[in-house]
């Protein structure tokens, strides 16, 4: 986006650069990256980071206002409701797209939302290597707020662990080792050194919950959430799991819960220029162009069930349209030059909620490059510069 930087990162790339980066970010734990790291990181001037940061404080005042879990209490399927919910996530991402406006200016503008966790470890690192393949000069940081590596990992430590015994902190996962995104727990046991566990080997006695380690079986008293409730119903086999909707003597960091208040179903409840217009389905009073917006089921799993081509067919079947959004539909611009044809880009904000703070501040960051319809691997198979990396700001 920053012009002279982009034309400055392009003149200098090689192949053989770009290789011996992807040798020391696979070696970060090696054999654990599973998903395509993109050839460039993105450069964000100040204008368009503010931006981004102004819509999403206008988000987070609907999100700390008062009425806000009532607004949101029929998000949470009701098999999947789990006790003792806290008064706020402590994490929350807000995705923007890089569009272009009616006016060809560039914008961002909202893709998604979620009060849930992502790459947060293996950003850091990650971050420290793009930094300087990409040699980003000093007025340009993927920080946010003053933040830096030491006191962001700080921060999430102070977070996830607190004043508790690491061996009493847990990842939960299903089937960690398996998962896309596990270079990232492997990251965080490295950074907070707490240990991650598979959903099955999770031991319940009464309202206490435990696991083993060599041997030894350990009380956990606080849980780094990292189970999406929607992918395990896709699952089978997992009949003898520790039932969580049920009350333990537990943390939650973050709560299951919020993982669907603060999601999809948040942004009909937002006016900013840079959030799409979008309405709950069976809210929809007026006759709309289809053409114009993009049908979202509100529980799915990595963009699945998303129609972008709307048709009246597609509307005239949907049995539960209180549980789906139409979205006005953006137009990301290819604005990443490459070497071929450009990519398109969503950039990920990470905000962090510490529980004495009154609203959440935003800390981190990844961005995701693509050239497909969508961002995601599967529809980008056999592309360049396209995948995983991190923007840098300008300060």
Not at 184 to 193: H, N, R, S, V
Not at 226 to 242: H, S
Not at 340 to 352: G, H, S
Request: charged share 30%; proline share 5%.
């Amino acid at each position: 986006m920053e012009k002279s930087l982009r034309e400055k990162f392009n003149e200098n790339f090689t192949e053989e650069k770009y290789k011996l980066y992807m040798d020391k970010v696979e070696g970060l734990h090696p054999g654990a990256l599973d998903f395509r790291n993109a050839e460039t990181p993105i450069f964000i001037p100040k204008d368009f980071k503010n931006k981004m940061l102004g819509a999403c404080e206008d988000i987070i005042d609907v999100i700390v206002a008062p009425n806000f879990k009532d607004l949101t209490q029929r998000s949470i399927p009701k098999d999947l409701q789990v006790p003792n919910e806290d008064a706020h996530t402590q994490f929350l991402v807000f995705d923007f797209g890089i569009c272009k406006n009616a006016s060809g200016e560039l914008e961002p503008q909202l893709i998604e939302m979620q009060g849930f966790p992502t790459l947060f470890a293996f950003q850091a690192s990650h971050t420290e290597l793009t930094a300087a393949y990409a040699d980003v000069p000093s007025n340009y940081s993927a920080y946010l707020n003053g933040y830096n590596k030491e006191s962001y990992l700080k921060l999430l430590k102070e977070i996830i662990v607190g004043d508790h015994d690491k061996k009493e902190v847990i990842l939960l996962e299903i089937y960690p080792e398996k998962q896309k995104t596990r270079i990232d727990f492997y990251a965080t046991e490295e950074e907070l050194g707490i240990e991650t566990v598979c959903l099955t080997k999770l031991i319940a006695e009464g309202d206490k919950l435990y696991y083993e380690h060599d041997g030894e079986k350990r009380r956990v008293k606080r849980i780094y959430n990292r189970l999406i409730f929607d992918d395990l119903q896709q699952q089978e086999g997992l009949e003898n799991i520790v039932d969580l909707t049920k009350a333990y003597d537990v943390e939650w960091v973050p709560h299951p819960n919020w993982f669907y208040r603060i999601s999809k179903f948040t942004l009909p409840f937002i006016s900013n220029p840079y959030v799409p217009e979008t309405f709950f389905l069976n809210e929809v009073a007026m006759p709309v162009n289809l053409d114009e917006y993009v049908l979202k089921p509100l529980f799915s799993f990595a963009g699945m069930g998303v129609v972008i081509d709307i048709t009246q067919a597609d509307i005239d079947k949907i049995t539960d349209p209180e549980n789906w959004i139409l979205q006005r539909k953006v137009n990301y611009d290819p604005i990443i030059k490459t070497m071929d044809e450009p990519a398109k880009a969503e950039i990920r904000l990470f905000y962090f909620w510490k529980d004495e703070w009154v609203r959440p501040v935003a800390v981190h960051n990844l961005a995701r490059l693509s050239k497909g319809k969508m961002i995601g691997t599967r529809y980008n198979k056999d592309k360049t510069w396209v995948g995983g990396g991190v923007a840098f700001f300008e300060i």
